[in-house]
């Protein structure tokens, strides 16, 4: 960084300003040093460059300075305002053009940071010390369209249905019309224990101009002293965002496989698309749709296809810009691919909602999900007489997220509570499931 101020005073002092006399020689207002180990006083340049403003507004070198001067001071939108008019002044202005790239990127403007910067490389009056920094810092910013991030985290706690176990110890049988009560084998009442998960997760994004590729995948597993509840599950994702603007787009495709008790359970894949508005007030409304394919691969004839189609925003409080909070509603279809499935197709809806907050030491989110389903036809003659099984499920996420600074900036402790209750009208769909864990993560 020495070294290209160095390089940026030499450059500056190129472009005099002999032709404005009414601006005063500006190396005087050049930064000194307060003490080795601070650096240079900044901002006390942009003072002494403010009392002269009005005499340099012709100056291409005074703007350069003025901005580099800014840009090292904290004051990233007026330092950019002060190197563009620099730049109009004399477009051939490395100074003002090598430090106007800088806080493009500072601004998030990758790509146009990118494009400055490559500007400069192809100028053949820059020093041979410039030109190896500039090239330099041009690999680095390209490095950034290209990121690759792992996690892994490790939580123990204590779950009180382990096996998802439905909450009655009896089911009600309907034979000839008459009620017949059966109690259910211990196999089938809820578990109860401790448990240790682990987690994997690595993510790649792909930036250009145009959009943003994600690629994720994720591999979990959850061990307890009832190995018939163990669970193994793989997941990935890819999706595409383009555009950034008043308007967005994104689509996408996933896999899950999930195995119970060491047997495969269940297998999804699906699609899904996103339209999303700049909206007002803090707020970005969307549509969306997705459609997953299901397999169950121990009851086959449950496969089915389900389509599900909603509307949501995403929303910053204006007047608590830490927080966040999104919302979404949609309606649900699922077709069986079995013309005999239990209950037929389904139907029903889905409301949820997330909300974040950043707290002096950590980030707390929860997450609330409420979902009803009824089936198109009676369920089974041997339950209820035949009637249509619908299924109400509630759950509530509650996380807490900390770095935990003493172990390193990428280490964060993890506390998850959860809750579902799902009800029906049928008592073996009735079950209740509460967990909490506690852990850490750490990312590389």
């Given at each position: 960084?020495?070294?290209?101020?160095?390089?940026?005073?030499?450059?500056?002092?190129?472009?005099?300003?002999?032709?404005?006399s009414?601006?005063?020689?500006?190396?005087?207002?050049?930064?000194?040093?307060?003490?080795?180990?601070?650096?240079?006083?900044?901002?006390?340049?942009?003072?002494?460059?403010?009392?002269?403003?009005s005499?340099?507004?012709l100056?291409?070198?005074?703007f350069?300075?003025?901005?580099?001067?800014?840009?090292?001071?904290?004051?990233?939108?007026?330092?950019?305002?002060?190197?563009?008019?620099?730049?109009?002044?004399?477009?051939?202005?490395?100074?003002?053009?090598?430090?106007?790239?800088?806080?493009?990127?500072?601004?998030?403007?990758?790509f146009?940071?990118?494009?400055?910067n490559?500007?400069?490389?192809?100028?053949?009056?820059?020093?041979?010390?410039?030109?190896s920094?500039?090239?330099?810092?041009?690999?680095?910013?390209?490095?950034?369209t290209?990121?690759?991030?792992?996690?892994?985290?490790l939580?123990?706690?204590?779950?009180?249905?382990?096996?998802?176990?439905?909450?009655?110890?009896?089911?009600t049988l309907?034979?000839?019309?008459?009620?017949?009560?059966?109690t259910l084998?211990?196999?089938?009442?809820?578990?109860?224990?401790?448990f240790?998960?682990?987690?994997?997760?690595?993510?790649?994004?792909?930036?250009?101009?145009?959009?943003?590729?994600?690629?994720q995948?994720?591999?979990?597993?959850?061990?307890?002293?009832?190995?018939?509840?163990?669970v193994?599950?793989?997941?990935?994702?890819f999706?595409?965002?383009?555009?950034?603007?008043?308007?967005?787009?994104?689509?996408?495709?996933?896999?899950?496989?999930?195995?119970?008790?060491?047997?495969?359970?269940?297998?999804?894949?699906?699609?899904?698309?996103?339209?999303?508005?700049?909206?007002?007030?803090?707020?970005?409304?969307y549509?969306?749709?997705?459609?997953?394919?299901?397999?169950?691969?121990?009851?086959?004839?449950?496969?089915?296809?389900?389509?599900?189609?909603?509307?949501?925003?995403?929303?910053t409080?204006?007047?608590?810009?830490?927080?966040?909070?999104?919302?979404?509603?949609?309606?649900?279809?699922?077709?069986?691919l079995?013309?005999?499935?239990?209950?037929g197709?389904?139907?029903?809806w889905?409301?949820?909602?997330?909300?974040?907050?950043?707290?002096?030491?950590?980030?707390?989110?929860?997450?609330?999900?409420?979902?009803?389903?009824?089936?198109?036809r009676?369920f089974?003659?041997?339950?209820?007489?035949?009637?249509?099984?619908?299924?109400?499920?509630?759950?509530?996420?509650?996380?807490?997220?900390?770095t935990?600074?003493?172990?390193?900036?990428?280490?964060?402790?993890?506390?998850?509570?959860?809750?579902?209750?799902?009800?029906?009208?049928?008592?073996?769909f009735?079950?209740?499931?509460?967990?909490?864990?506690?852990?850490l993560?750490?990312?590389?």
């Open positions: 960084m020495r070294k290209i101020l160095s390089v940026i005073f030499v450059l500056c002092s190129c472009w005099s300003s002999s032709v404005f009414a601006c005063p020689e500006l190396s005087q207002f050049y930064p000194g040093n307060r003490a080795s180990e601070q650096g240079p006083d900044w901002q006390s340049s942009v003072d002494r460059l403010r009392e002269v403003f005499e340099c507004l100056s291409t070198e005074f350069a300075l003025y901005g580099a001067s800014q840009l090292n001071a904290g004051q990233l939108s007026e330092a950019m305002e002060s190197l563009e008019r620099a730049l109009l002044l004399d477009p051939n202005n490395a100074a003002a053009l090598i430090d106007y790239s800088d806080a493009l990127l500072r601004d998030g403007q990758l146009a940071a990118i494009d400055a490559a500007l400069l490389q192809d100028r053949e009056d820059l020093p041979i010390d410039l030109r920094l500039i090239e330099q810092r041009q690999r680095a910013w390209s490095g950034l290209r990121q690759t991030s792992w996690q892994f985290d939580l123990g706690g204590f779950d009180d249905n382990l096996n998802g176990a439905p909450d009655e110890d009896f089911v309907t034979l000839a019309g008459q009620p017949l009560l059966l084998n211990d196999e089938y009442r809820a578990v109860s224990g401790p240790l998960t682990a987690r994997l997760q690595a993510r790649h994004q792909r930036l250009s101009p145009e959009y943003q590729d994600t690629f995948g994720q591999v979990r597993g959850r061990q307890s002293n009832n190995a018939a509840s163990d193994l599950q793989a997941a990935g994702r999706s595409r965002l383009v555009g950034a603007g008043r308007t967005s787009r994104q689509w996408g495709a996933g896999l899950n496989h999930l195995l119970f008790s060491g047997q495969p359970l269940f297998t999804g894949t699906d699609a899904h698309y996103r339209f999303q508005l700049n909206g007002t007030a803090g707020c970005r409304p549509l969306s749709g997705a459609l997953q394919h299901q397999v169950w691969h121990e009851q086959r004839r449950l496969d089915g296809i389900e389509a599900k189609l909603s509307f949501g925003s995403s929303c409080l204006r007047t608590n810009s830490a927080q966040r909070i999104n919302f979404e509603a949609g309606a649900l279809h699922n077709a069986g079995d013309a005999s499935r239990l209950g197709n389904r139907d029903g889905q409301l949820i909602a997330d909300w974040q907050i950043a707290l002096p030491r950590g980030v707390l989110t929860a997450q609330l999900n409420h979902t009803r389903l009824l089936d198109g009676g089974s003659p041997l339950l209820g007489n035949n009637v249509r099984r619908g299924v109400e499920r509630s759950s509530v996420l509650i996380q807490y997220r900390e935990l600074r003493w172990l390193g900036d990428r280490t964060r402790l993890l506390v998850n509570v959860y809750h579902q209750d799902q009800n029906s009208n049928l008592g073996v009735r079950t209740e499931d509460t967990s909490v864990e506690l852990g993560s750490w990312q590389f």
